[in-house]
């Protein structure tokens, strides 16, 4: 059987309906749970191999992009949440649900020490919200990741700067944890030039995982950029691919997150029942 995947929604999340699409175009079945309902029933997580917190605004970032929810998770489902990570999972944070793994904790997690913020996502440089399109270089073995070596994604958001001590960045460093970081076009080192580093974070960090890699928290948003259509520079594309007789693939960079979920468990060959 197919791995199934619990996307989470409630109080400002809004992304959940084009997350769950992005897996099931990928063979995967899943539902979306409001916050409340698997408070409720917590053990709903034991029948679910991969969990998601998309992108939003939770709470309307009143008191820090992704805090309160992150709050109400802790107080409500850490130990379920120490659980779930400690099977063969995967747990994926998109832009607010980003903000929220790293005010839970469960990024970077250290030595599996799930629950103890080292992180911070904070405001642009800017002091605007960016909404825009960026390349990624990926730098990272994480299963979500296997395979691809740069994005050209979008970003949206308020508070997407990575912000941590020197111990915290070069532990990261070290491991291997930093995921995914802004780019130029060409493939360089951003290095904190706007707009390349949309919001001035620290050592151009886009993403970073827990130590084993399953645990992913991603500030730009690969749901919203799985369809080549849906690329910034479609026109320019399908322009240049019809004067050289060629058809564009249907896929784009985001849809690598979603496949390597479902390849993930399908490789290894799971008993997922």
């Given amino acids: 059987m197919t791995a199934k995947v619990l996307v989470l929604a409630g109080y400002g999340l809004n992304c959940e309906e084009e997350t769950l699409h992005a897996f099931e175009y990928n063979g995967l079945k899943g539902n979306i749970r409001h916050i409340n309902d698997l408070i409720e029933n917590p053990a709903e997580l034991k029948d679910v191999q991969i969990l998601v917190v998309p992108g939003g605004f939770s709470y309307g970032d009143d008191t820090g992009s992704g805090n309160a ?6 107080l409500s489902l850490m130990d379920q949440l120490k659980q779930f ?5 995967l747990t994926l944070g998109i832009c607010n649900g980003c903000q929220i ?10 030595d599996s020490k799930y629950g103890e913020r080292l992180v911070a996502v904070t405001y642009n440089l800017t002091a605007r919200y960016q909404c825009r399109w960026i390349d990624v270089q990926i730098e990272s073995a994480s299963p979500w990741l296997d395979g691809a070596s740069s994005m050209h994604i979008p970003v949206a958001h308020g508070e997407g ?3 941590m001590d020197d111990k915290t960045l070069k532990t990261l460093e070290s491991n291997g944890q930093l995921a995914v970081k802004y780019v130029k076009p060409d493939g360089s080192a951003a290095g904190g030039q706007f707009p ?12 970073i995982t827990d130590q084993s890699g399953k645990v992913l928290a ?5 749901e919203r950029g799985m369809f080549t259509w849906q690329r910034d520079d479609y026109t320019e594309l399908k322009d240049a691919a019809q004067r050289e ?3 564009l693939p249907e896929t784009a960079d985001g849809m690598a997150l979603f496949k390597n979920a479902a390849r993930y468990f399908e490789v290894a060959k799971k008993d997922v029942a």
Wanted: without cysteine.
């Fill in 69 to 74: 929810f992150a709050q109400k998770m802790k």
């Fill in 85 to 89: 990570v400690a099977r063969d999972t």
């Fill in 101 to 110: 793994l790293a005010n839970l904790g469960m990024v970077p997690g250290f």
């Fill in 161 to 163: 700067r990575f912000m």
């Fill in 196 to 207: 390349y580093n949309p919001n001035g974070s620290t050592a151009d960090i886009a993403g």
């Fill in 218 to 222: 991603i500030m730009p948003h690969p």
């Fill in 245 to 247: 007789g060629k058809t």
